[in-house]
């Protein structure tokens, strides 16, 4: 029986691929990870960078590689293809990918007996005719688009209005602004792209066979979407457009369906000749890695969900539209008048590796990439590095080993500490002071998590006796397995209910894109996503408690200190700071 429903998730590192059930129990999963299975592109951490222009992408042509990979492993785990009634996916947000003019009919040729790369890649030097204008797509860590980001935050006034109309201020890595840069700088491609996808929707457009269209959840992060109104914002458009035209721009992106539940149509047909896919199956619309993520669970009010990935996102869904330049609000990818209300660092997972790397190669010349001794450093060193809380300072830093985007300031570290409402630079850290690298371990989970707390506490409400907190954190992406980072968490941020994870195994990107193909393909007449997610909803299999979240005195320490991680975060800017002013950019607020 036809019963089956795959999710993709098309992250930086990985391409990840798992199938479900209809009673959304896991059946299988398998994943490509790119700097594993592909340094032939020659990228790190699944991306190639120019450092002097700030450049961070990815090989399109390695994706199209990846996709035939993980449907082969999904097979050899006994995958039958036959049997999934629907797909959907997730990709990484904002990247673009721009289609040249033979896009359309290459993808609807597709030969079974051939590669995707054999037949939609250009070449390395362009030697045939491909689907793409340009070999690379932007990557969300992408720092070069500051002067294009300066002009759509002022394009309708202010960075306040266009969060206002768009649900962001301008950031280096939105589709718009990157847009605009990519017409500047190549502007003989830009002429002969036919259309223009996002990481999603490109995915989309490989299984579909024709290009798809854009979602309603991910085309927020473009800076051009006017969420209110529900369409393009045509002085947006028309900034990023140039001498083009808007109506040029617009049929390059498309329109965007309202329903994020929408079949696309059925699957292309190399899916059935290559991997015996039933040609019934259907395509629905594929969303950004964040928007797919919530959908991984039933989120409640005042609940939040930490992914750490390679960046680290802080998301809720919530009905308020209250948009701030300091923060990103998104429309919810299946239900109307919900919105996802989103934080991202671009310093998360591979800053976290930094000071792992920087411990372990202390205690052994051999390079180890274990968590174990990173683990031991964090939780047995002091809340705050404050042996006596009453004597000594607190510890407070910001590691960014790469341009971050909360707030947004170049790459540096900096150390800090706080006694008695006052900061001190650490201008020559010691034993005593600050050891590096063991102090650092605690000290940038508590900075991340800090920050979350400082930006994410206007929308979270009291629960029961306990102050204003997170009802339940869950950790989704690679980083949720550790034990050190879950225990952190709930220290800093609290959570009444404690501090979750999947237990569903797989991972929660690509768990939330084969939900909604299940929803998408199965749903019954006015359905919601939610009262679907809820029908199948097993508490008891599908997550697990890691710990406590709130715990009383720690909490309460780790609010102290706010404050002074605010100032800390002022006092950066205004030494790093990319565009905007320090007060726009710190974008938290201490209560009370
Ligand atoms: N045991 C662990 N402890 C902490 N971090 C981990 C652990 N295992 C994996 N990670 C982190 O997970 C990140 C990858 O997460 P993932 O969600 O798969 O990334 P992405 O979706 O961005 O490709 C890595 O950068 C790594 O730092
Ligand atoms: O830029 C953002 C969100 O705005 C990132 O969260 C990307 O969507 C990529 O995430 P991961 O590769 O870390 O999953």
Redesign the pocket.
């Known amino acids: 029986m036809a019963d089956q429903y795959l999710g993709f ?1 098309l ?4 391409l990840k691929g798992i199938i479900v059930k209809s009673d959304l129990k896991l059946l299988h999963e398998a994943k490509v990870d790119f700097d594993a299975d592909f340094s032939k592109y020659g990228i790190e951490k ?1 991306v190639l960078t120019n450092p002097a222009e700030g450049e961070v992408f990815a090989p399109v042509a390695m994706w199209l590689e990846a996709i035939d990979l993980v449907l082969h492993r999904l097979k050899e785990q006994g995958a039958d293809f036959s049997k999934i009634r629907g797909i959907s996916g997730a990709g990484m947000q904002h990247g673009t990918v721009f289609w040249s003019q033979d896009a359309e009919t290459l993808l609807g040729g597709l030969d079974g007996g051939k590669t995707l790369l054999e037949q939609l890649d250009g070449g390395a030097k362009g030697e045939k005719k491909g689907a793409f204008s340009h070999p690379f797509s932007p990557n969300w860590q992408d720092a070069s688009t500051q002067k294009q980001c300066d002009k759509f935050d002022v394009a309708l006034k202010d960075p306040e209005s266009l969060a206002e109309a768009t649900g962001s201020k301008a950031h280096h890595r939105f589709s718009g602004p990157q847009i605009l840069r990519f017409h500047q700088k190549y502007p003989e491609a830009y002429k002969v792209t036919s259309r223009i996808s996002l990481v999603s929707s490109f995915l989309a457009s490989i299984f579909l066979g024709k290009v798809a269209p854009i979602d309603i959840g991910d085309v927020c992060g473009a800076n051009l979407w006017d969420i209110k109104n529900g369409q393009w914002h045509e002085d947006l458009l028309a900034l990023a457009a140039g001498d083009e035209g808007v109506e040029d721009l617009k049929s390059k992106l498309g329109s965007v369906p309202q329903d994020g539940g929408l079949s696309f149509g059925t699957v292309s047909p190399y899916f059935v000749q290559r991997y015996d896919f039933s040609s019934e199956t259907q395509i629905i619309a594929f969303t950004g ?1 964040n928007p797919s993520t919530i959908l991984a669970l039933p989120l409640r009010s005042s609940d939040a969900i930490v992914s ?4 680290t996102t802080f998301l809720m869904s919530t009905p308020q539209y209250k948009p701030d330049p300091a923060y990103h609000f998104f429309n919810h990818p299946t239900t109307p008048g919900l919105y996802m209300f989103m934080l991202c660092y671009k310093n998360g ?2 800053a ?2 930094h000071i792992r790397d920087a411990i372990n190669s202390q205690s052994s010349p051999t390079s180890s990439t274990s ?1 174990d001794l990173f683990n031991q450093v964090a939780t047995s060193t002091p809340v705050l590095g404050q042996a006596d809380p009453k004597t000594d300072p607190a510890r407070l830093g910001l590691f960014f080993p790469r341009p971050e985007i909360v707030p947004n300031v170049k790459a540096g570290t900096w150390r800090y500490l706080y006694s008695n409402h006052t900061l001190a630079a650490v201008a020559k850290p010691d034993a005593k002071s600050w050891p590096i690298p063991s102090a650092d371990a605690r000290a940038i989970l508590e900075s991340q998590f800090l920050s979350l707390r400082l930006r994410s506490q206007a929308l979270v409400e009291k629960q029961g006796a306990l102050p204003a907190q997170p009802r339940r954190i869950y950790l989704v ?3 949720a ?2 034990p050190a ?1 879950a225990d952190l968490a709930g220290q800093v941020l609290g959570g009444a209910d404690g501090v979750y994870k999947l237990d569903i195994g797989g ?1 929660a990107c690509a768990l939330g894109a084969a939900y909604k193909a299940a929803w998408g393909t199965g749903r019954q007449r006015n359905e919601t996503f939610e009262d679907f997610l809820e029908k199948s909803w097993l508490e008891e299999g599908f997550v697990e408690r890691i710990c406590d979240g709130y715990r009383e005195g720690v909490w309460e320490r780790y609010g102290d200190v706010l404050r002074g991680f605010e100032e800390l975060e002022g006092r950066v800017i205004r030494e790093s700071g990319e565009g905007g002013s320090g007060v726009e950019n710190a974008g938290g607020k201490v209560e009370g």
């Open positions: 998730d992250s930086t590192q990985q699944g890695d750490l990935g390679t960046s997972g591979l976290r590796e968590w992406g690679g980083g397995v550790n980072i991972n």
